[in-house]
């Protein structure tokens, strides 16, 4: 059978697959376009396989909240360079994947992944990259109120952020979500710090006010002084609030008779080691077969 150009065209619309690839899938399918879709998915399937032992730590994160503020969620959606990071396909598959989450109230990762994995290796096979949908955080607060915030450029957003508040209003809750966002406080009070943590960043200051030269009797001040500021960096309520650092969140929530019940937090790529790649050598290893 003669493959036309206009069938060529018909499965490259189906499939956003290239030209080449259709028509080679065509050929080897003897026209029948279903037949051809069928065995490109499946080879999309074998690629994807291959491309899940490569780093993928770019991406994007999508904040997705309900019109009441009663349900939200911030899910990270991984790939390898930044360049499929700013492409459409990418970015639509991504912002799906977190309205269905929030419309089925998907709270679990791994059932995210199982209900989006088609679409996922599809995609996979369309762009050439591995792509991951590697974390979840969905909270729902009937009697009360949840902030979002994204934070982002043209390129797409890269911190998400959402805060639950019991009572409170649905600004201030934005509000501290954009504070979490910006100042990134990994715990709501200096009670939730481990004392394996303070014990360490003890050790630390005291070596660095002995190495300043301090005079001995004034070392256990000096560096509870800094531990206590390094406590007040790191947890939110003892954060000053960007928006008016007269005042911390924590003097903030008591004006306006709320309270956090929960906070998170995703960067995209934390906590992925980057591999380092010699573009050079990379190139010219394929060069080279």
């Known amino acids: 059978m003669t493959i036309t150009a206009a069938l060529v065209k018909e499965l490259r619309d189906r499939t956003s697959a290239g030209m080449m690839e259709c028509k080679r899938a065509l050929s080897e399918a003897g026209g029948d376009i279903e037949k051809a879709i069928e065995a490109m998915r499946k080879a999309g399937q074998a690629k994807a396989v291959k491309k899940a032992s490569r780093t993928a730590?770019?991406?994007?994160?999508?904040?997705?909240?309900?019109?009441?503020?009663?349900?939200?969620?911030?899910?990270?959606?991984?790939?390898?360079?930044?360049?499929?990071?700013?492409?459409?396909?990418?970015?639509?598959?991504?912002?799906?994947?977190?309205?269905?989450?929030?419309?089925?109230?998907?709270?679990?990762?791994e059932v995210l992944q199982q209900a989006t994995d088609q679409a996922r290796l599809n995609l996979v096979a369309q762009l050439g990259e591995n792509i991951t949908v590697r974390r979840l955080a969905f909270y729902?607060?009937?009697?009360?109120?949840?902030?979002?915030?994204?934070?982002?450029?043209?390129?797409?957003?890269?911190?998400?952020?959402?805060?639950?508040?019991?009572?409170?209003?649905?600004?201030?809750?934005?509000?501290?979500?954009?504070?979490?966002?910006?100042?990134?406080?990994?715990?709501?009070?200096?009670?939730?710090?481990?004392?394996?943590?303070?014990?360490?960043?003890?050790?630390?200051?005291?070596?660095?006010?002995?190495?300043?030269?301090?005079?001995?009797?004034?070392?256990?001040?000096?560096?509870?002084?800094?531990?206590?500021?390094?406590?007040?960096?790191?947890?939110?309520?003892?954060?000053?609030?960007?928006?008016?650092?007269?005042?911390?969140?924590?003097t903030l929530l008591k004006e306006s008779n709320a309270e956090v019940q929960a906070f998170v937090r995703f960067e995209v790529g934390e906590g992925i080691e980057k591999k380092e790649d010699n573009f050079v050598q990379e190139v010219m290893a394929q060069v080279h077969g």
């Open 57 to 109: 730590a770019e991406g994007t994160v999508v904040v997705l909240c309900a019109d009441d503020n009663k349900r939200a969620l911030v899910v990270e959606i991984n790939c390898e360079t930044d360049f499929v990071a700013r492409e459409e396909r990418f970015n639509q598959f991504a912002k799906e994947t977190a309205i269905k989450a929030l419309e089925h109230c998907i709270q679990e990762v």
């Open 140 to 250: 729902e607060m009937p009697e009360g109120v949840i902030g979002s915030y994204g934070h982002g450029d043209a390129n797409g957003v890269r911190i998400g952020a959402l805060v639950v508040l019991k009572q409170g209003s649905a600004d201030l809750a934005r509000d501290l979500a954009m504070q979490v966002a910006a100042m990134n406080p990994e715990f709501l009070t200096a009670l939730d710090i481990p004392e394996a943590r303070l014990h360490k960043e003890r050790e630390i200051f005291t070596v660095q006010t002995l190495e300043e030269g301090k005079p001995e009797a004034m070392i256990g001040k000096i560096v509870e002084g800094k531990l206590k500021k390094f406590a007040m960096e790191l947890t939110l309520l003892e954060q000053s609030f960007i928006k008016d650092p007269s005042k911390t969140v924590g």
